[in-house]
């Protein structure tokens, strides 16, 4: 029985693939959109680029994301999901951003407490050891969790986590990319995704 939810969060709550993209040319100006959706196809902390700019450029890339992210870069739909769920399931999010930019992030829409714990990059950039510290910190088996994503990478991590997912296509990965990883369902709106939660609270 589904009892908790993980979110990864760039590309499922909120919009910042374009914003992530104009950072990355000002250093890189001849990566395409597709090169960066290559890079996510596994843990993007794994690629040189992204480890060079955590490196050496973290503060500037803050600096850009906060002067740029706005509350509509938030899914249409994602802050309705969150309401409608978090009475329901203890919520949680598993992302390769810095937790403090997220919390910060979520506070535009006035959902910065709607999760028990956001796990970012600097407390681990394993997304499957955060999800062994999600499962080992509270009283919940494996199977009690869901994922939610948007990419081919964090399918891989969950799979190999052993937890189940739902692959999103608003995000970085269309169907065709999430298809080569392995999730319970892949949902193109908010509605369907609420749907399949549902479902599932008794998968």
């Not at 978090?86 to 919390?103: D, G, H, M, R």
């Amino acid at each position: 029985m589904i009892k908790a939810i993980i979110f990864d969060f760039d590309g499922v709550l909120m919009d910042s693939k374009k914003i992530l993209h104009d950072f990355i040319i000002q250093y890189h100006p001849e990566i395409s959109e597709k090169e960066i959706e290559k890079i996510f196809c596994d843990n993007p902390h794994k690629n040189p680029i992204i480890r060079n700019f955590i490196k050496n450029n973290l503060e500037e890339l803050d600096n850009f994301f906060k002067d740029k992210t706005t509350k509509e870069h938030f899914f249409k739909g994602s802050k309705e999901l969150i309401e409608k769920i978090e009475s329901k399931y203890q919520l949680f999010i598993n992302t390769s951003a810095p937790s403090y930019n997220v919390k910060s992030f979520l506070s535009l829409i006035g959902k910065q407490n709607s999760f028990k714990e956001i796990l970012g990059f600097e407390i681990e950039i394993s997304k499957v050891k955060k999800f062994e510290m999600i499962v080992n910190k509270y009283n919940l088996k494996k199977e009690d969790y869901l994922f939610i994503t948007d990419t081919l990478g964090d399918l891989r991590e969950s799979e190999e986590a052993e937890i189940n997912s739902i692959g999103v296509t608003w995000g970085v990965h269309r169907r065709e990319t999430l298809e080569q990883g392995t999730s319970i369902a892949i949902v193109d709106t908010f509605e369907e995704l609420l749907s399949k939660i549902q479902i599932t609270k008794n998968f």
